[in-house]
């Protein structure tokens, strides 16, 4: 199918790139279905929304800059997306990259949690006071190497 995208134009995308989040992203919930894309940088990716061209989100497994990063959520949330264990999931932070220069910054609060199996996803909301909305990723991969083997 192709897709136009807010930053690679008009491309051609493989039906199994599709993914539903029936309940939205907060702040974009009309907006329910997306492709998931390889970035031109890794280890980044893009949420792109399918009907929406500049509607776009770039994300980062955050397991990449914080190891110890944990979800807490209860089974029944993950249920609406039809997830049966951790195995299964995709988990994805939201980044900002600010225009004025400033660091870019992953939001662990509100992980996008995708099943790989029925490509369906949703953001969950963490109430763990370590996740916030924007940390540092650069600051803290620099940490997370120090770090002891």
Excluded at 87 to 115: C, H, R, W, Y
Excluded at 119 to 143: C, F, N, Y
Aim: glycine share 6%; net charge negative; aromatic share 8%.
């Amino acid at each position: 199918m192709k897709v136009a995208t807010k930053s690679y134009g008009l491309i051609e995308v493989d039906e199994r790139q599709r993914i539903s989040f029936p309940l939205g992203i907060l702040g974009f919930e009309p907006v329910k279905e997306y492709i998931l894309l390889d970035a031109e940088r890794q280890p980044f990716y893009w949420l792109q929304a399918l009907d929406v061209e500049q509607v776009a989100f770039i994300l980062i497994n955050p397991f990449l800059f914080r190891p110890d990063y944990e979800l807490d959520i209860n089974d029944e949330e993950l249920q609406d997306i039809g997830l049966s264990g951790p195995e299964k999931a995709l988990i994805f932070s939201v980044v900002t990259i600010p225009s004025d220069g400033g660091p870019m910054t992953a939001n662990l609060q509100g992980p996008l949690i995708i099943n790989r199996e029925t490509r369906s996803g949703k953001q969950a909301v963490l109430t763990d006071p370590r996740w916030k909305t924007k940390h540092d990723i650069m600051s803290e991969l620099a940490t997370a190497r120090k770090g002891p083997c």
